[in-house]
């Protein structure tokens, strides 16, 4: 089936033209999580190989249901079956321990499941006969189709276990031991096909969530690895989604938290986080970025950035300069008089020194001399020294006046100021400066100095003041930036991890969009029918009632997914389960659940039916009967019932039908008797006939004749299968030869030699083995339907009777 | 004489028109007519065909002898009508009397077997 659908696969695939993109989504879903995945991670994916067509199942039919001390059954009872296609009712009053039997059966196949145990609460705590409470055990015995040798499942418990699970379970086919049923391979097909149906099941209809009924029935679509497949994509688009959806909530809750920031930074990430895809490239670069874009801050950072201020100390230090200058210029000799003297005087020792001494040309009165000539000369020396010690008195001052000019204060005072920047430290600075630049720089040296050193502390503190202001208003600018930069880094790296799935996700989207449909017609296509079959049977089982059945239909899928009727009543379309009466429910129950256990890729083609006629209208009843005798054309069916119009249709219908009777004596002693067989119904109604004295012996023996000639064949036939069946022939080819078998003859040879054509010699077997009575009877049965005379009916009857019972 | 197209009528009036004091008792009463007209058509059946079966009194009889006569579907069908007619006519404890939808769908398997046995007949 998987190889099928593969196929299926790539046609739509390529009837379609699906990319490649696509397509090898489509198939790595198909084969599975680690092929998906390597295909969204860009690797080639390897598709399963061609599957062998799976070794088919062999038919299982049950033999025997033996029950000691479990529910309803003390002492032990047991049911025989025949292994074969057939009808078997096992009727019984309510409490008869009919039911246990089903009961027995159900938990030999699936008593290891826990969802079976977890669903039967009340059986579990009552699943022990209370009459028999010592040695509980039930064992099924089961053939399988061309296996001589049966399956047993036995299970047995402790006299202490109290829970049905703690059996001891032994399984064996032949030689072979099993650790349990599933060993054998039937679990999945006992899930999907479910060869039991108790009321529960029928009731399942109505009781159940729309989705429990769709659970039953997807596995007879036999479509599993495709709606795994979608499972797989769905679980994978959610995982991505996950991880795309954490990035997008964590930018928009980021976003938010940006926008409350007054940071050119946080204003331009939360401007990029706006957009549902933001680019990561822009926000990396933004994180990236140390550079201030914001003009705001730039004129903060200039602030902090100016060349720091003279101290206090420096600038008093010049302005103690300046004054110290002033007064050494102040003190200083007039030097304008002195330097007249001193040219007074160099003239007259030049005039000496040309001349000679002689009286004083000036005044007459004094002499010129050596002596004059040399205290000239000394009052010279010191008249230069006079002139020297001036000009560098006021030399030191200019150097003072050059010293205040140079202090370095006007770069470190900021000319202009932030926009934002508090008004009231502002003012100051304007003050300050205004105040200490009001001065002009060739005032008196003792008043420039007394301005500095009165006017720079204020100056000085001001700009401080300022500074540390910027200071500040950078520093929490800087923090709030920087917890917002660190989640924006973090939120970064999330996206742009998260955005490597964005291109997987897409794709698993479109393969998503690509089963859909497809699963939706294969349900259809593969449901068809089983849906056809479900008809059938409901129309069998509808009879009058107005609710016309369109199909059934499996809709929708994960948490919506359910089993849709469509109906008509009285012409007016509407779903069936809204307008159907329970015994109406109970029958499409059957009509849906029946075509499931008998599907044909079931192994098990036995199938137990309990208490199917509970709340059916007793009109429904013969449908019913000829629903399951069309179904025991090739299954075993074994149909539980408590009542009698089942049995009593399948009596009139003269549907072949073994009934078997169940009675429960006291003390749960359960008694089990043939209730008739179709070799004995046909005996019964022979017998009946030919006694039937008020319609003329010539008239009713032909009719007698033809019951009893059907009663050796349905012997005979009940022989031949017996037999080739334990053999181990499949069920096929025993059907077959019976089929080919036309003649009496020949289906009494195949019975007694085991050979079709060995029918010469039936007569002288039956004359040796039984006597000549015996061959008359089956002779007379051969020709006295073809209108041969027979003298006495009832000793026909008799006789037939009596070699059937002799028939091994 | 009553024929078993009569009995069909009746049956059929009475399961459709209410009339006095069949109140309650008109699905058994319509059974009744039902298995009536059955009877009328066997009888007439092997009138014609058999006069001695016809003769004998035992219906079980009769309807297995169609098995020679009318073909096995057609004994059968008429054996599990006659039974199903049989036991909704009588009384039952505890069982419920036949719904309308019952009746119809035995009528009209009444009315195709009786629809046969008459062509059988001709």
Redesign the interface.
Known sequence: MTHALLEHLFDRLTEQRTPDQIAEVVLGAFAGERQLRAVLDGAPADLPARETEAAEHRHVFLERITVTGFRGIGAKAALHLQPQPGLTLVIGRNGSGKSSFAEAVELSLTGDSKRWAENNRIFREGWRNLHHPDQAAIEATARLDGSAAPVRLRRRWRDDATEPGDAAVDVRHGDQTYADVDALGWRQPLEAYRPLLTANDLGRLISSRPSDLFDALAPLLAIEPITNAESLLKRIRRELDTQLKAVSDRRKSLRQALGGVDDERARAAAKLLASTRPDLDSVDRLLGNTDDVDPQVTAYRRLVSLPPLPTAEEVTAVADTLTAAAVRVREAPNSSVTEGMARLLEAATEHYDAHGGGPCPLCHAGVLDQHWRTEAQAELDRMRDDAAAHRSVLEGLAIARRNVQALPVGPGVPTTLPEDFPAELRERLRTAWAVWSGLSADADPEAVAAHLTSTYPALLQTVSTVRETAILWLQARHDQWRDLAAQLQQWHAGAVAARVHEAPLARVKEALDWYKPLIENLRAEQLAPFAARSQQIWEELRQESNVELAGMKLDGSSTRRKVAFPATVDGTATSAMSVMSQGEMQALGLAVFLPRASADASPFRFLIIDDPVQSMDPAKVDGLARVFADLAQTRQIIVFTHDDRLPEAVRRLEIDATIWEVVRRENSTVEIRKNIDPVKRYLDDAAALAKTRDMPVEVRTPVVVTYCRSALEARFHQIIRARRIGRGEPHRDVDALIGRARTTMQVAALALFDDMDAGGQVFGKLNTAHGGWAATALRTCKEGAHGAAVNDPEQLVADVARLIARLK | MITAENYLTSAADLMTKPATGTRGLWPRASAWLLRLALEAALDRYWQAM?P??A????R??QL??L??YAG?ET???A??L???LS??GHHHGYELA??V??????H?EVMAVVAVLRQRSQ
């Open positions: 058999a001695s079966v003769e004998c009194r035992n079980r009889a297995m002898m098995r020679e096995a004994a059968q069908r054996a599990y006659w039974w199903a036991r909704a036949l719904t939808g019952e009746l119809r769908h035995l009209r």
